[in-house]
């Protein structure tokens, strides 16, 4: 797209987006996506939940694990409320707990999700790491999941609405390259099983923070997806509804988020109109930076009836 904004802008605004500001004491607002409509990406409600927790700790402990439940869907365009409670804090270790908010229909502000994060002073330790990364592609060697939007949007456009070929194009401040296809345009049903490479699209500032951030926000990537992989549906396609119902994310060492990172996912079972999935977050060096654990809604959308 010729009217894109620059690298360095779509990170800005995504650096903007999940800085939050505090507005009373442990008590904090994230800002709307640019141009946001429909409901608010799960990533983005998680990650500016984690940067309310991390503001709140000042003595160097570093987040290590967060678990959370989302509540409702969240609404893009109003601000969402974080309120930050501090339930432990010692020498080594602190937690805090953080419930967001948004305005319901009526005005009345109601929880769309709650996180809990566990904080930790660095420290050495046992170390072992038994868990070698997948033997994929190079990003290199892959054509960004941008050019395969845009061949799906030129070869299938006319079947897609205005809004459906304005969100496909949309310009991302995360590129990711898949090692397969767009597993939500393909109907052929495959193992539970994907990689995709993510980096923003411009270098970020140095603030660990922010690297952890962005790692949550795009943990929400691909990941309900892979447990409909046996199936062969798609909610792009309609096929499905679904949503998020929890989101579990372990730092294990420090990352880039702005340096290629593999995000391989599987799905060892769905079922009762769930479906549980993993992630494992490796850097360029083979290293296991993250790993993450969700389970989704997942129901076979009803066919309309004539």
């Not at 959370?68 to 930050?84: C, H, N, Q, S, T």
């Amino acid at each position: 797209m010729n009217d894109a904004p620059p690298p360095e802008q779509l990170v800005g605004w995504l650096t903007k987006l999940l800085t939050v500001e505090k507005t009373a004491d442990n008590h904090f607002e994230g800002r709307p996506q640019k141009d946001g409509v429909g409901r608010v990406f799960g990533g983005q409600v998680i990650a500016q939940a984690l940067q309310a927790a991390q503001a709140s700790i000042g003595d160097g402990k570093q987040a290590h694990s967060l678990h959370a439940y989302f509540l409702r869907g969240g609404k893009e365009g109003p601000p969402i409320d974080y309120r930050v409670a501090i339930d432990f804090e010692g020498r080594s270790f602190a937690n805090r707990r953080v419930v967001a908010s948004q305005p319901d229909e009526g005005g009345s502000m109601v929880p769309i999700l709650n996180l809990t994060a566990s904080f930790q002073l660095p420290e050495e330790g046992l170390s072992h790491d038994d868990c070698p990364m997948p033997d994929v592609a190079m990003p290199e060697d892959l054509r960004s999941d941008m050019d395969m939007r845009r061949d799906i949007v030129a070869a299938r456009g006319e079947r897609m609405s205005e809004l459906q070929r304005r969100m496909m194009l949309r310009p991302r401040p995360i590129e990711m390259r898949t090692t397969d296809k767009l597993h939500w345009m393909n109907s052929e049903p495959k193992a539970p099983h994907a990689h995709t490479w993510f980096r923003t699209v411009a270098p970020l500032t140095d603030d660990p923070a922010l690297h952890r951030a962005v790692i949550a926000y795009a943990s929400d990537f691909t990941l309900l997806g892979t447990s409909a992989l046996p199936h062969g549906l798609s909610w792009m396609r309609g096929e499905l509804v679904g949503a998020s119902l929890d989101h579990a994310l372990w730092f294990h060492r420090p990352a880039r988020a702005d340096e290629w990172l593999l995000y391989a996912t599987d799905s060892p079972w769905s079922g009762g109109g769930r479906g549980f999935n993993r992630g494992r977050i490796f850097n360029r060096a083979g290293e296991l930076v993250a790993s993450v654990a969700q389970e989704g809604m997942m129901r076979r959308r009803a066919p309309k009836s004539d």
